[in-house]
């Protein structure tokens, strides 16, 4: 039987933000609206659609839909960004104990050289599909081994994947970091071998918090601002130069105090005066007999050298004759 139809509204609303071709990366918005007449029973909100009425008064559902706005390091960076590095701790070990099942028999433990070989493979082809979305307004690692994320998505919501090479490398690193730098191939094996044995899942998340240390426990701190980040960087700079300055000043007020000191220990002949080194004490000489401090320094001949010591000791012995 034919059931009479009303026209099907059906509408794609497309709007297209940071246009400007410097920005790091366009951000894209999509917002989808499907309408249907005639058909409430399509129109249940338990598949992430929002429902609404349009300006006719038929029944509408909406999806906002928006991509990430990439930054220059998500883009071209080598390394993994150091705020997906949990993330990425989650999804190399989901692949690790994925392949592991695979292969390991049941009636015995791999060999050293089984598991090495296991891992260094999965770290070097497991990484497909992988790359960021915006999920609840922040960019988050998205793929495959972090499948639980959507739950976090707002009714009426939906997200669009950045991807790419480069994360599949970045995830292979970080993979080769995990299993043969920062915890090693055995106990990684240890760890997954013994959920096996005892029939559990492993879990990525306790693994990455407690073996690797690539994960914090608690609510993530949310980023500083870029404004924020200059103004510590200004801070730091300014305090450092603040020190500087200050540890430069008391080292000349040392130095003046050692000179005066040594100076007034020539001059009275105390047999307390610090001990100083012959440049200091020509210098002193100098100043006593009125003649720059650098006149009983420059360089002479060893005849020259001799005159001027006959002449400094007359002048000594001729002052200490006085002050007798």
Not at 88 to 96: D, E, K, P, Q, T
Not at 158 to 187: D, P, T
Not at 279 to 294: D, I, M, R, T, Y
Request: hydrophobic content about 30%; aromatic content about 8%.
């Amino acid at each position: 039987q034919a059931f009479p139809t009303r026209r099907t509204a059906a509408s794609l609303l497309c709007a297209r933000r940071g246009m400007a071709r410097s920005a790091l990366l366009r951000s894209w918005s999509f917002r989808v609206i499907v309408g249907f007449g005639g058909l409430p029973q399509l129109l249940a909100a338990d598949d992430g659609w929002d429902q609404s009425t349009d300006s006719e008064g038929r029944a509408v559902q909406s999806m906002k839909i928006e991509a990430p706005a990439m930054t220059e390091e998500d883009q071209y960076g080598y390394n993994m960004p150091e705020r997906y590095k949990c993330d990425s701790c989650r999804a190399v070990m989901f692949h690790l104990d994925e392949e592991l099942r695979k292969k390991q028999p049941k009636s015995r433990r791999l060999k050293s050289w089984e598991y090495t070989d296991l891992f260094e493979e999965t770290c070097q082809k497991a990484f497909e599909g992988y790359g960021i979305k915006l999920l609840n307004g922040e960019n988050v690692l998205s793929g495959p081994g972090l499948k639980d994320d959507t739950a976090e998505l707002k009714p009426g919501m939906g997200a669009i994947q950045m991807g790419g090479e480069s994360w599949k490398k970045r995830l292979a690193e970080i993979c080769r970091k995990i299993v043969f730098e920062k915890v090693g191939e055995e106990e990684t094996y240890e760890y997954i071998y013994g959920k096996y044995k005892a029939d559990k899942e492993a879990d990525p998340k306790d693994f990455c918090l407690k073996e690797a240390n690539y994960c914090t426990a608690g609510p993530k701190t949310p980023p500083k601002p870029k404004e924020s980040r200059d103004n510590d960087k200004e801070k730091k700079k300014a305090k450092e130069k603040k020190e500087k300055a200050k540890k430069q000043k008391a080292e000349k007020a040392e130095s003046a105090k050692k000179e005066k000191s040594a100076a007034s220990g020539a001059q009275d002949g105390s047999a307390h005066a610090p001990k100083i080194d012959v440049q200091a004490f020509f210098k002193n000489l100098a100043h006593k007999h009125g003649v720059p401090s650098e006149e009983y320094l420059k360089s002479r001949t060893h005849g020259e050298w001799e005159k001027l010591l006959v002449k400094a000791a007359g002048k000594v012995f001729n002052t200490q004759s006085d002050e007798l």
